[in-house]
């Protein structure tokens, strides 16, 4: 059952003129900007659109039944992947995660899926096609990052937090087998009740960033279930991508 019509504006009125001291390190404050259906696929939402005080980008959730005041809502964390979730390239399986995640949830009385504009990590999507170059001479995800000049990982979940805040969500399970995003929700003052593994099958262009994934990020993956192939370095010289600054290129000599 989704939200009625008397929550919608009550929420809506409640957003209008929102101002706080706001979630996180830099106090990022979101407020909810609009409310609509949205009849998909994978069953029937609503949409509803967030705007924030920290980086301009309009972040939403795609909400399956009421869930303000609700506990145990089962809700995934979805970073933006353009070459993933519209093109449905092959070297991640987040289009997988995306549509298994809507999938269950669709089949479920509530839920939430909140989709996020952290492309690449939070690095970008420029940025995150000159990692891909970096990673087809053989570095994996991880060091193609660092060697930017990037974190492994910079994506920051205070807007996530607030989010399901402001949607009045009083505790969740966190579809996910990242610890990392369960950690940060719950020093970001989320309700984490418990996790929902979220392990896809493999494919050929993505098992080594799957790996990569469980053993320096501690993804939480059977390593049992990857076929373990190699992952060469195809030439002696490590490659420079335009846009790197020279401590950078300098950093791949050493």
């Known amino acids: 059952m989704a939200l009625t019509q008397l929550p919608i504006q009550d929420l809506l009125a409640e957003n209008k003129e929102h101002a706080c001291e ?16 949205l009849p998909t696929r994978f069953g029937d939402f609503q949409i509803v659109a967030f705007e924030n005080n920290k980086d301009g ?32 390239s092959l ?5 997988d995660q995306l549509e298994a995640a809507l999938t269950a949830i ?21 940025n995150k096609i000159r990692a891909y170059a970096l990673q087809d001479y053989g570095m994996d995800t991880v060091e193609a990052n660092l060697a930017l000049g990037f974190r492994d990982d910079e ?33 970001l003052g989320v309700n984490v009740a418990g996790r929902l593994p979220h392990i896809l099958p493999a494919n050929p262009h993505n098992e080594f960033y799957l790996r990569t994934k469980a053993e320096k990020s501690g993804h939480m993956f059977d390593l049992r279930d990857f076929k373990g192939k190699s992952h060469l370095q195809e030439q002696s010289d490590r490659p420079v991508v335009k ?3 020279e401590k950078q290129v300098q950093a791949l000599q050493d």
């Open 22 to 37: 706001g979630c996180g390190e830099e106090g990022v404050c979101v407020r909810i900007v609009s409310i609509a259906e």
């Open 91 to 95: 070297r991640c399986d987040c289009r």
């Open 57 to 88: 980008k309009d972040h939403i959730a795609i909400v399956r039944g009421d869930v303000t005041g609700a506990e145990n809502v089962a809700v995934r964390l979805h970073s933006e992947c353009l070459t993933g979730d519209a093109l449905g």
């Open 243 to 245: 846009g790197m600054t």
């Open 155 to 187: 994506r920051d979940y205070a807007v996530a937090a607030h989010m399901l805040a402001s949607l009045k969500v009083k505790s969740i399970q966190l579809m996910t087998n990242n610890p990392r995003k369960i950690n940060d929700l719950q020093r």
């Open 106 to 126: 669709g089949r479920l009385e509530r839920g939430i899926v909140l989709y996020l504009r952290q492309e690449g990590r939070g690095i970008g999507l420029k």
